[in-house]
């Protein structure tokens, strides 16, 4: 195991169930700023072990699969990882913009 890998930790951490509505109004809250309606918040709230972070994690990884270029032509990575049992929600600065001629699509 690397401890870097969403799969290395347990064999169901990659997958995403039951929470398409919750991602659906994420990425329609950016497709509204991205036309132009203006910025949004949202706020992801509920108890402990819910799946928050998951959540943010599938949001980030749909935007910067479907927005942003894929692999090196991209400004994100195009996934965040697992460093042991904690799940990153923000990519590392250092994977950022690989090919140094990527413009950051979101934030």
């Not at 928050?52 to 692999?71: H, I, N, W, Y």
């Not at 990575?77 to 049992?85: A, F, K, Q, S, Y």
């Amino acid at each position: 195991m690397t401890g870097n890998d969403v799969n290395d930790a347990v064999p169901w951490a990659g997958l995403f169930c039951g929470r398409e509505a919750e991602l659906e109004t994420l990425l329609a809250a950016y497709r509204r700023v991205e036309a132009g309606e203006g910025p949004e918040v949202a706020v992801v709230l509920g108890e402990s072990g819910l799946g928050k972070t998951r959540l943010v994690q599938e949001f980030f990884a749909r935007l910067s699969s479907g927005v942003d270029a894929a692999g090196e032509g991209g400004y994100w990575p195009d996934r965040l990882v697992r460093d042991g049992n904690n799940l990153k929600i923000n990519p590392d600065p250092r994977e950022c913009n690989p090919g140094g001629a990527a413009n950051m699509r979101f934030l």
